[in-house]
């Protein structure tokens, strides 16, 4: 129904002025050593690498960079504090993790500005998102360490031992809440690495978990790239390995894993198709369009980065989300009005680059919305790419950015189809006001996790994780505590 | 500390009254009755309040009335409200051991109970959570519907705690009971009713709504039937009791069907007393169907 | 065969909050709060009015605070039909709009010619502006060819002055259903749709008030025909009026942020104002002695 004519304009009038977080109350060390046996100990090679601002190019710190030493230096400290950690009681146990949650409720702020600054995402996410998900997944598996025998029937549980953990740049805080609680509640000990592009949470969470008093050893943390992730696989005395990245890197820990009798859990990455009916609540959905993909800078596995739209609707709905698009703000993350912060990295941010040429060349015709951003720094305008099929690359590939690729479908059958003719399977959305409609799409559609009329809702009580190659495993909920335990008649 | 006349002497101590806890507040009974509960010496440790039937209507209205919010709140929050009880609980620890001890513990057996609690109330705030995922269901059924059975609270619960554990067996009834999203009202320990009053300073301190935990002192013979026969209590759970209080409670609270709960001969200090099923005692189940298709 | 479109309810919560979480600082604070005041319908609809009342209230329109110079007028007052003779008087040529409620307001429970007699004597006292309310009891019984008709009648019977058409959303249950009757009532000739009369709870909520945004713009996208849009009742604080600008921004746009488009309905929301322009120019906290109160 909407007529060209007839648009809204949110250019000019009144505007917002800067609402800058202040980081005065906020601490960040030049250097920070690995995080092992309790202690902060130099890098055996005393080397070292930058964690820049992502919005500025300016360096914040610098973080060890472990080497293969470091890291058996780590997986021994583990080993060496698993033997008390996991004959403690398990109530014990629980009580560590609630101290680390209650802690990181008490540093909320100053955790949300930091990642924030490292990171580039929106303080307004760090600070509402990230930071309260963190300390409610601690609490949740808190409560589980002397309950263990109720999740599981039948079986008695046991730790598995030293758990090696490598987790993402996209939600570093997060990511290391998810990998650690569980862990530590199943009795386990941990050697975790974070992306080498955001290792200051983490390092502000060793400060942390050094502070609740949790015995040395049990938590270790190493910064570095690549090699120190492969170290970390390759290591003899881990018993489990658990890694959140992209689906090429899973494939090569997977190989190497291959034969070790090592236990392990993926979660890879996505390209989860978001379909709209019709008969949806439409300006919901709209909004469920641009929380699925936009926000965290579309930096997230499970983005609705393919937009299914019923073909009677496609039009206002598209219409409707140019004009949204054209009300987000991108810019500086510390401002508590910013929508959309930095891409990651400059690494990143080439990557969005160039799968916006390969999309134009393919044809498609992209739209971006025309806010103003800031001359240093990376960053991407929310983009949508309309004329576009499933034989696109930008259909098919993961692209890690705030770009959308918009299809039209007729019927049911053809949306089911669509949304599970991709190699991955991570989530997927349904817009319809039907309820018998989102329970056949929730039975037909070959994900992980099905959002139906919401996107990109976390819980820890609520199990995540992929089909396909999106990974296998659960993180989360009760059936988290699988990837954590060894089951025994 | 110097007198007015300027010569040091004992110290008096400013004794404290006991009240009971209404709506979240301290009113005295309404009957202005009371019994004295003395030490083993025979001296005298306070006046106890001796809650009469009107109060017991007074508690009912306030959980009846907080019921609903409470049950609406995240299962998150209130497990958090649970943990903080236990922070206020480990924060005062000193006062209960010596209200344990006035009323007959041994020292150390004091301190024990003391730290059975608070890990007790941390036990079950970490089931807040949980025990839905534990005894929830999605049933398979044959035609093409998706139907889930969860669990919902309750309702009211009325709870004549043990009479042998004066703080440790009155936790362990209701913090299963408001985990799972009920409001209660708790009769204290006739012989032991100390801590039950300042454990309802902790709940006040740690945010818990008001209403949402009630607690009376006074007869156990003259309140237990109220407590069984109140129709607007949803459940009743009784600790103690020979053959014939037994029957008594049963009869009565089959008037508008209570759920009866007898959990008579339960040692409360053993670890094996805290488990989900004293959440799951307090909870109906909702099964709910819907069509699966186009 | 177009439908009304439905309403997640959760999905407008959620869009509420992240309004909610916008933060308006320094010069854009004090834009906005000068917006705010020049949209205000400075209002008194109390069964005491008398005409003192009302020239008390046209003298504080007139006189928001002499002692800040720089202050834009409210949009206009908004008073019983009794009372227009009296503010057209006090008001003179400021340019002030004189608006009355009409069609037996509050209830609306009235035959028509009553109805039309109310809006038609408004008009011919001098009111230029009508705040009607719909009928919500045939509304909700399905009668909505009745109250469709009733609106063309009653715009029919205000000629020159402009049409507000009070929903009543606190008493029509759903979203869904204000979404539905913000379309009755555009269709039906309103020049501005408004939330409440401010006499029952809940009167004007930001989630009603984004539902009637998002009615509007689909309505321009369909008509081109730009509607009007006032929250009435509940807004007391700068703060929330504040909210509900950035809320009138991200959803309609530049063309919708000014009295011609957008009113708030309130009392004593424009002292709050003051009193944080003047926290915005001095940097200190104020204190409502120092405000006329009327």
Redesign the interface.
């Known amino acids: 129904?909407?007529?060209p004519?007839?648009k809204?304009?949110?250019?000019?009038?009144?505007?917002?002025?800067?609402?800058p977080e202040s980081t005065d109350h906020v601490s960040i060390r030049k250097k920070y050593e690995l995080f092992i046996g309790g202690e902060f100990v130099a890098p055996v090679q005393g080397k070292y690498f930058d964690t820049i601002n992502p919005a500025t190019e300016e360096r914040l710190s610098r973080v060890g960079l472990a080497s293969a030493g470091d890291v058996d230096k780590a997986v021994k400290a583990a080993r060496k504090a698993y033997a008390g950690w996991s004959r403690l009681k398990p109530?014990e146990r629980?009580?560590y993790i609630?101290r680390i949650a209650r802690m990181l409720q008490e540093r909320s702020r100053e955790f949300a500005a930091i990642e924030s600054l490292d990171g580039g995402k929106p303080i307004?996410e760090s600070r509402?998102v990230d930071v309260p998900l963190a300390a409610?997944h601690f609490?949740?598996y808190?409560?589980?360490?002397?309950?263990l025998e109720?999740?599981f029937p039948g079986r008695k549980v046991k730790p598995l031992g030293v758990a090696g953990q490598i987790i993402p740049w996209n939600f570093p805080l997060l990511m290391a809440a998810w990998k650690i609680a569980p862990a530590l509640a199943c009795g386990n000990t941990v050697v975790l690495k974070p992306a080498e592009t955001t290792p200051l949470t983490a390092m502000k969470l060793a400060e942390l978990i050094a502070d609740a008093g949790v015995p040395p050893g049990v938590v270790n943390i190493v910064t570095g790239a690549g090699e120190t992730g492969a170290a970390i696989v390759n290591h003899p005395g881990v018993d489990k390995i658990a890694f959140t990245g992209s689906t090429d890197v899973g494939r090569i820990i997977q190989k190497a894993l291959a034969g070790s009798n090592k236990k392990y859990t993926l979660e890879l990455g996505g390209k989860a198709a978001n379909i709209i009916f019709a008969?949806a609540?439409?300006?919901?959905a709209v909004?469920?369009i641009v929380n699925g993909i936009f926000f965290n800078q579309g930096h997230v596995c499970c983005a609705g980065s393919r937009l299914l739209v019923q073909e009677s609707v496609a039009g206002a709905v598209i219409?409707k989300l140019r004009?949204r698009m054209e009300?987000l703000i991108v810019g500086d993350p510390l401002d508590?009005?910013t929508d959309i912060g930095a891409i990651n990295s400059k690494q990143q941010l080439e990557t969005i680059r160039s799968y916006l040429a390969i999309g134009q060349e393919e044809g498609a015709e992209m739209f971006q919305s025309s806010c103003p951003i800031p001359k240093r720094g990376y960053w991407c305008r929310p983009t949508i790419f309309t004329g576009v099929s499933q034989s696109n690359r930008v259909v098919q590939e993961e692209i890690f950015g705030p770009v959308l690729a918009i299809q039209t479908f007729r019927t049911?059958d053809e949306a089911v189809t669509k949304a599970n003719n991709t190699p991955y399977g991570l989530s997927g959305g349904v817009w319809t006001?039907k309820?018998?409609?989102i329970?056949?799409m929730t039975?037909s559609v070959r994900a992980g996790v099905v959002w139906a009329?919401?996107f990109n809702k976390f819980d820890?009580?609520s199990p995540f994780g992929g089909y396909k190659e999106s990974g296998v495993g659960r993180e989360g909920?009760?059936h988290g505590l699988d990837a954590y335990l060894k089951l025994e008649a | 500390m110097a007198t007015a006349s300027g010569k040091t002497a004992k110290r008096l101590a400013v004794a404290k009254t006991y009240k009971i806890f209404i709506g979240g507040q301290f009113p005295r009974t309404e009957s202005a009755r009371y019994y004295t509960l003395k030490d083993r010496q025979g001296a005298v440790i306070a006046n106890i309040c001796r809650s009469s039937r009107k109060d017991f209507r007074n508690a009912m209205v306030a959980a009846r009335g907080a019921q609903d919010g409470w049950a609406k709140a995240s299962a998150y929050l209130r497990g958090q409200i649970l943990y903080r009880v236990a922070e206020m609980l480990e924060g005062r620890r000193e006062q209960f051991s010596a209200e344990l001890k006035l009323q007959g513990a041994a020292m150390r057996a004091a301190d024990k109970e003391v730290d059975a609690t608070i890990d007790r109330l941390v036990y079950f705030a970490g089931w807040a959570d949980k025990y839905q995922q534990v005894f929830s269901s999605v049933n398979p059924v044959a035609s093409s519907h998706f139907n889930f059975s969860v669990l919902e609270p309750t309702g009211v619960v009325a709870i004549l705690a043990p009479e042998a554990s004066g703080l440790l067996g009155l936790i362990s009834n209701i913090a299963p009971v408001i985990v799972g999203g009920n409001t209660c009202v708790a009769l204290a320990s006739e012989s032991m009713p100390l801590c039950a009053v300042s454990f309802a300073e902790v709940l006040h301190a740690a945010d818990v709504p008001p209403g949402v935990v009630n607690i009376l002192t006074g007869y156990r013979s003259e309140l237990s039937g109220q407590f069984a026969s109140h129709m607007d209590v949803n459940a009743i759970i009784y600790c103690d009791g020979d053959q014939q209080t037994d029957k008594a409670v049963q009869v009565a609270a089959a008037d508008n069907i209570k759920r009866v709960l007898r959990r008579t001969d339960v040692s409360w200090a053993d670890e094996s007393s805290q488990h989900p099923y004293l959440v799951r005692d307090t909870q109906e189940v909702k099964t709910t169907w819907h069509p699966i298709g186009k | 065969m177009s439908r009304v479109p439905t309403v997640d309810e959760v999905g407008v919560n959620e869009r509420v909050a992240r309004f909610q979480t916008r933060s308006i600082k320094s010069a854009s604070k004090v834009e906005a709060l000068k917006l705010i005041l020049s949209m205000i319908d400075l209002t008194t609809l109390e069964g005491q009015d008398t005409p003192g009342k009302v020239r008390q209230l046209c003298q504080k329109a007139l006189h928001l605070h002499d002692a800040m110079p720089g202050l834009p007028h409210v949009a206009a007052v908004c008073v019983y039909p009794t009372m227009v003779k009296v503010a057209k008087k006090a008001l003179g040529n400021s340019g002030i709009n004189i608006a009355s409620v009409a069609t037996a307001f509050p209830s609306g429970q009235a035959p028509l010619s009553v109805k039309l007699d109310d809006t038609r004597m408004a008009v011919a006292e001098g009111a230029n502006e009508i705040d009607m309310v719909i009928s919500r009891g045939e509304f909700l019984a399905g009668n909505y060819g009745m109250v469709f008709d009733e609106i063309v009648a009653i715009k029919d019977a205000c000629g020159d002055a402009h049409l507000k058409v009070i929903l009543e959303t606190g008493e029509l249950g759903t979203l869904d259903r204000v979404r539905q009757a913000s379309e009755l009532a555009m269709h039906a000739g309103a020049d501005f749709i408004k939330t409440s009369t401010g006499k029952i709870q809940p009167a004007a909520t930001m989630q009603v008030t984004l539902v009637m945004l998002q009615a509007i713009r689909d309505y321009y996208a369909a008509t081109g025909r730009m509607v009007g849009m006032k929250p009435a009742g509940g807004i007391a604080h700068s703060k929330l009026a504040i909210h509900y600008l950035v809320m009138l921004r991200e959803t309609l746009g530049k063309a919708w942020m000014t009295p011609q488009w957008f009113r708030f309905g309130a009392s004593s929301l424009a002292n709050d104002v003051l009193m944080q322009i003047r926290k915005q120019a001095t940097g200190v906290y104020q204190s409502a002695d120092y405000f006329s109160k009327d």
């Open positions: 129904m909407a007529t004519e007839n809204l304009a949110f250019d000019g009038g009144w505007q917002y002025s800067p609402a109530a629980g009580k609630f307004r509402d409610a609490f949740y808190a409560g589980w360490a002397d309950k109720y999740a008969d609540a439409i300006d919901q909004e469920g219409q004009e009300t508590k009005n049911f006001d309820g018998s409609k329970f056949k039975q009329n919401t820890p009580t909920g009760m």
